[in-house]
């Protein structure tokens, strides 16, 4: 059980590391731009929804070193291979 996570996080972090590979910077909106960009708005009299929606938060730039999607993957595919080793 334990292999078949270590497993899964390898291809999960390889994935990730093939997406920074294609990605130039990732953009994180805030709230409120995020809830105008789908046209959804807050019911009207939801305290709930008020702070859902109602949030603001500057919007944030990631832009990663080149070598950060690299590292990335061949961390990923090392703990991936090294979950399908001979049993012991």
Do not use: Q
């Amino acid at each position: 059980m334990l292999r078949a996570a270590i497993f899964a996080c390898g291809i999960f972090v390889s994935l990730c590391g093939a997406t920074f590979l294609l990605a130039d910077k990732i953009v994180v909106f805030p709230k409120r731009e995020a809830v105008a960009l789908m046209n959804l708005e807050a019911p009207p009299n939801d305290p709930l929804g008020a702070m859902l929606y109602g949030a603001v938060a500057p919007r944030r730039e990631f832009s990663l070193p080149e070598w950060a999607a690299y590292a990335t993957v061949s961390v990923g595919a090392v703990a991936a291979v090294l979950a399908l080793g001979k049993r012991s």
